[in-house]
């Protein structure tokens, strides 16, 4: 599936690539990866990174090198994404419904480990009744809400839910998801580490009420970047689902993640500098994720964030840079700009340049921008 | 390139298609560009659509029927893709700087009628020389700022600039350019008129200025979907830029743009009912540009917003819904949804269903999403 061996960026040096131009850097990528594998094998848990923020088959591939088990993804069309580029073992942490989509997860069954969650009984049926007709098996996990209030049951819920799976042909119960989404963007760490704490109480006491009646429960998974160093540590998860870290970011920044090397660049170009003191980047909010805050430029020298350009604000297509006493700026000149959120900026690009030491190695079609279904 | 003779969709009711699904009204879109196409007639101007919001060529085809002289793009790829799309008057409407992108500008310029906007002698020396080189022509624009504090020089640097782009060979002067992207969100109608008389002034001062040195001005092009029906009746403009409208969305409507009719629409469907008087959609920020507000319901059989379901909150994959007392959703149920901003919603998908009376009637590629270069 990778075009790389023919791409004719293969060799530049990023300087030379079109702007805006995204690109993750190897040694970063893989000294993140490195990190998140090592923190699962250290607790004695499996690692599934989930790939919503990448969704380039290509780095997903990466991370089943450094260590991971399989991967996560959120959507049916997603996983399709990943079984195309030969990802064979796939958990789609979300509820799946409605019998186009249903006809969808069981033909991928078809050529790919699937494992689903599930929080209702008649959403289990259909699953059932597809799984059946196909001729497939699909892994259940039943969702379990651990604080979020998103999807999910109550740990009270969880028991008959999971003898539900249980009886139904066609699935199997691999067991618990509890993912908790409303810890990520905590910035307090006591308070981080309190509320994880919280929500692997909720899990292990689902994982408790559906043993009590006879039920195995092989597989409880969950966390997120924004907390796997804590999360990973608290007994509760067999599995681990953060994966956005990898690129990381200012927001996983804010979150607190320790030691993980910003990994994720746009390489932008200085467009226009009508005025002293300012000059305008040919990248805006179509491609740099805006909604949590701006992007911020990069030094590469002193491999930190430059004080001296500042990002003042974002149009559709246009960066607004305000320069520091001194600083001057021409059309044509390059800046590096790391992502306010990964999440939110990868999926507005097409290709995201794999690159080491400032010389692309490889060109990754972000293949899963745009699977919404 | 339309798949639509042989899209599976075609036919089929939006209630059959799988979610989230984007479609346009095809009555309100009409109803809209005849309304846009409509001013810039009774004020003898042309119309020339922005369609970075729609990033669809076979939608920028319905406005050419409608009346548009041509198109308006961000970025020479999104260019490229309205030539691939059949589209063969484009203006760029901004400055295109570097060598590589430069080389794509004059390629594109042997398959399609080019104009671009220029505000630098040096990319204006540049332009020429890849122009010359490969024996095109380009159409220049001088970009002037008038009041946005972008990209542009001021009323004063015109003269100089417009003459230089004489000078050179390889390129035609056009006439000006002058967006007033800052008065575009003004929500105080009075205000919103003032500012839009100003950046009028400062465009045929421009004008003036160029042609008291015995330059002709063909053409003066700029307006936004937020000021339309003010700028195209100021005298400034020849050419009125103003596309997004005949999508129409809640910031427009937010920024008081007249009669227009909602023509965007997002069908989602619940995935998860757990709690009383809360319901999760399958469309989050992924799905609905979210840096400007979220989503509202709406409905269609009143043809307005649904009070009786509040979009609380977007998760990156799924809506919150709080219902009203006594509405319950249960997983499989549909709602429409109204994005809060077009622009920042199509670019999130990759294919937009042409609907009328709710029928598929054809399938839209948006083949510009994700053409940032």
Redesign the interface.
Known sequence: MTTAATHEAVGRRIE?????ALFVDLDALEANASMMAGACRANGIDWRPHV?ASKAPELAKRLLAAGAVGVTC??VSEAEVMADGGITDILIA?????A??IA?LVALAGRARLCVAA??T??LEELSAAATAAGVNLDVLV?V?VGM?????TPEEAPALAQRVLDLPGLSLRGLMGYE?HVQGIRDLEEKEARSEESASMLAEAKRLVEAVGIPVECTSGGGTGNYWIASTLGALTELQAGGGVLMDQTYGLYGVPGHRQALFLEI???????LG?A?G??G???SG??TGLPAVWDSDLAQLDSSIEVTGL????T?LRLAEGVTL???QRLLLVPHYS??TV????TMYAVRNGVVEDVWPISG??M??
Request: hydrophobic residues 25%; contains cysteine; negative net charge.
């Open positions: 030379e690539l079109d702007t805006p919503k959120a959507k979300n509820e799946v419904v409605g186009t989509k969808r929080d209702d008649r959403n969702d809400d209030g998103r999807c999910g049951v989404g170009q200085v467009i226009s500098a009508p005025r300012q305008i040919d990248a909010w179509k491609a805006r909604h149009s559709a297509e246009h607004h021409e059309p044509g999440d939110s999926l507005l690009h097409r921008a745009g919404l279904q």
